[in-house]
């Protein structure tokens, strides 16, 4: 059991079938279902049903469509918080949707910021205004998405937060800023940071080699480095280690101050 210094993540790095929901929701269920009943939270990449598509209408799904079904239905089953981003409709225009599901049912939604201007992803998809901090078992969260991830301001720790986490499909060929990213969120924001990828090629011929990874708020790496295997991993976050780190070096309190707007 955790403690309320621990929080226990599962990370789950997959290959998604290209914009086939129902075998990605499958995907995932035997991956959920085959972790311990320790975990408390389970985070997913970005669009994890789809795979990165532009093809939001005809994928995209009311927010009480059979995804946010099915996150309920794990969070509840395995008493842990699921994370993730879906293409979402809402008033007749489509967002890139990070789903915060609690073990009880209700759920904080996140609209990614930074659409994806390479991929025309700003055509399609509109841009959320509203960064999201999640309380949950005493930890504050923050969860962004993918390119969110080149922009520091966004991701600024001006509220003391514990855990930063972005969901992405990142490609391979610039896996090396991912990489490099990742870390330097964990050291300037002085917490835990979480980048969970996929692996595989999608229906655009973008291949992934994921990477996925936990760094601690010095930015040590607590994961396998640079693994690119679809893979489950289990790993305990400890929250006295970070509130000792914060009391020995109090970078944070020399934090330039400002607001976003």
Not at 117 to 137: C, F, H, P, Q, W
Not at 168 to 180: G, H, Q
Request: proline residues 2%.
């Amino acid at each position: 059991m955790s403690t309320k210094e621990n929080l226990n993540v599962a990370i789950l790095q997959a290959n998604l079938e290209w914009e086939d929901a129902a075998a990605n929701r499958n995907l995932f269920s035997k991956k959920i279902e085959a972790l311990s009943d320790s975990v408390e939270l389970i985070v997913l990449p970005e669009m994890f049903t789809t795979g990165f598509s532009m093809n939001a209408e005809n994928l995209a799904e009311e927010i009480d469509g059979e995804t946010l079904l099915w996150m309920k239905e794990y969070a509840k089953k395995k008493d842990a918080a699921v994370t993730g981003s879906v293409i979402i409709t809402e008033n007749g225009d489509f967002y890139n949707r990070l789903l915060f599901v609690f073990p009880d049912g209700s759920y904080q939604k996140y609209d990614k910021r930074h659409t994806f201007t390479l991929a025309k992803e700003d055509k399609i998809y509109s841009k959320g205004n509203d960064r999201l901090i999640v309380e949950y078992k005493g930890w504050k969260i923050c969860p962004l998405i993918c390119y969110d991830l080149r922009f520091p301001v966004w991701a600024r720790n001006t509220e003391d937060y514990d855990l930063l986490i972005y969901v992405a499909n990142w490609p391979e060929k610039r896996v090396a800023a991912w990489d490099a990213l990742l870390k330097a969120r964990a050291i300037e924001n002085m917490s835990f940071c979480i980048g969970v990828n996929r692996i595989g090629e999608d229906g655009n011929d973008a291949f992934y080699n994921g990477h996925s990874a936990v760094y601690d708020c010095l930015g040590k790496i607590l994961t396998e480095e640079n693994a690119e295997t679809e893979f489950s991993k289990e790993i305990c976050l400890d929250k006295s280690y970070l509130q000792d780190t914060r009391k020995q070096f109090k970078f944070l309190n020399d934090r330039d101050q400002f607001k976003l707007i």
